[in-house]
């Protein structure tokens, strides 16, 4: 099975501020990686697929980079509207989550 | 638009059954992969099961094989899951999502907005 780590757990920062995020995988999955965005209490919502390819509506302040084990979501300029936590999941072999990132305001 | 709506969810007690529906509509619904995903309260996500469109193959978290049982009634834009032999840890809100591919695997493009089993006497 392909595990997932993803670091740091938690984030703090300011509105503005440019925040990057970690997921690694326990063995190669080349770009088969999502990410998704969740706020308490709401459904996950797609932001990334294919490592690197912005879902439709997700705003250009999203980045993500990667390939093999490490990748990266980055998020150029936090808005207001950034503050929650954020999954990779990999879909080279089934489906694993990794433990989320939380961002969360300074 | 594309929706996904969970139904089926509620209390049951440790070693009981209940079946979980999803009526999707604005897409194609027997084109696309389906799957379900969980997560306990206050947790992370969890995948528990997906199905191809064709049905053909269907797949399984091993913390429920045997357990949990994935169908879909194309004709009616349903999809299902089973849960049987359930356990206070199975406790969680159940999102069902829509798969997407463009080659390759698929992940989940459209979620519902979740149904709550809760396992406990």
């Known amino acids: 099975d392909i595990q997932m780590t993803q670091s740091p757990s938690t984030l703090s920062a300011s509105v503005g501020d440019r925040v990057t995020m970690t997921c690694r995988a326990s063995q190669s999955i080349s770009n088969w990686l999502a990410w998704y965005q969740q706020k308490p209490g709401k459904a996950p919502k797609l932001l990334m697929y294919q490592a690197s390819t912005l879902a439709i509506g997700v705003p250009s302040r999203f980045s993500g980079s990667g390939s093999g084990t490490e990748f990266t979501l980055t998020i150029s300029s936090l808005q207001p509207d950034d503050f929650a936590t954020y999954y990779c999941?990999?879909?080279?072999?089934?489906?694993?989550f990794g433990p989320g990132t939380k961002v969360e305001i300074k | 638009e594309v929706q996904l709506v969970e139904s089926g969810g509620g209390l049951v007690q440790p070693g009981g059954s209940l079946r979980l529906s999803c009526e999707g509509s604005g897409f194609d619904f027997k084109n696309y992969a389906l799957g379900w995903v969980r997560q306990a309260p206050g947790k992370g996500l969890e995948w528990v099961s997906s199905v191809p469109y064709s049905a053909v193959n269907t797949y399984y978290a091993d913390s429920v094989k045997g357990r949990f049982t994935i169908s879909r009634d194309n004709s009616k834009n349903t999809l299902f899951l089973q849960l049987s032999s359930l356990r206070v840890d199975d406790t969680a809100v159940y999102y069902c999502?829509?798969?997407?591919?463009?080659?390759?695997?698929?992940?989940?493009?459209?979620w519902g907005q979740g149904s709550l089993v809760t396992v406990s006497s």
């Open positions: 999941q990999q879909y080279n072999s089934f489906w694993t």
């Open positions: 999502a829509k798969g997407h591919s463009e080659g390759g695997g698929y992940w989940f493009d459209s």
